[in-house]
């Protein structure tokens, strides 16, 4: 069947600028991540969704950052006023429940901020 | 804070050469420790989830192995399609946020 699906796969901005970042998970999978994979750095954790509680955002380094998720299904992360410093590759995850669910990753998106 | 460190960052093997890769983890209570594979330009693809010390599991020329400290990638006879980063994370059983905690990761590359 279809994994998680990102887009775009590729992303070059100028500094200052929005970006909107989208994520397709797996049919029927419930909870959602957002992590961030910066060059030599392991990936960061930056916000979960799990069905129609209220999101965990405790990874969102600053409030330019936001992400939402609509119809329990696809999802959104907006970076504001970018930043050089938020260069990097977003990853989106999903998995079927909480717990020991497997979390499967999208291919990611490379964001370029000039 | 949960930890994992990864070690050696790493490795070059000649293909034949069996090795193993190191995680390192602390964390405040062990639900699931997780290794993923990431080749250049794409995203962690799942290997194995081990939940508790002494467990063990395979897969081709792959087996993982947990303690209550560590858990290994041991990779027998490895061939040169081998060759990625290889990525360890634990996720913890406190709280309702079941996030992964990444080393940075081992890349391998493994010559004909």
């Known amino acids: 069947g279809a994994g998680v699906s990102q887009s775009p796969s590729n992303k070059v901005t100028e500094k200052g600028k929005d970006v909107e970042l989208r994520c397709d998970p797996i049919?029927?999978?419930?909870?959602l991540y957002w992590y961030r994979q910066s060059l030599g750095q392991g990936l960061e954790f930056l916000i979960y969704?799990?069905?129609?509680?209220?999101?965990?955002k405790s990874g969102l380094p600053s409030d330019r950052f936001s992400a939402e998720r609509t119809g329990g299904s696809v999802s959104t992360l907006t970076i504001q006023r970018t930043q050089q410093e938020d260069s990097a590759v977003y990853l989106c995850?999903?998995?079927?429940?909480?717990?020991?669910?497997?979390?499967?990753f999208g291919p990611g998106t490379r964001l370029l901020v000039l | 804070e949960d930890q994992v460190t990864q070690s050696p960052e790493a490795l070059r093997l000649q293909e034949g050469e069996s090795s193993s890769l190191n995680c390192s983890y602390t964390?405040?209570?062990?639900?699931?420790l997780f290794w993923y594979r990431q080749d250049p330009g794409k995203g962690p693809e799942f290997l194995f989830t081990?939940?508790?010390a002494g467990e063990e599991k395979e897969k081709e020329r792959l087996k993982a192995t947990l303690t209550k400290k560590e858990s290994f990638l041991h990779i027998t006879a490895p061939k040169p399609e081998d060759s990625a980063t290889y990525l360890c994370?634990?996720?913890?059983?406190?709280?309702?946020?079941?996030?992964?905690?990444f080393g940075k990761g081992i890349t391998l590359s493994v010559r004909p």
């Open positions: 995850a999903s998995s079927t429940t909480t717990g020991t669910g497997t979390q499967y």
């Open positions: 049919s029927g999978h419930t909870a």
């Open positions: 969704f799990q069905g129609n509680s209220a999101p965990d």
């Open positions: 964390v405040s209570g062990l639900r699931g």
């Open positions: 081990l939940y508790s």
């Open positions: 994370a634990v996720q913890a059983n406190t709280g309702a946020n079941s996030k992964l905690t």
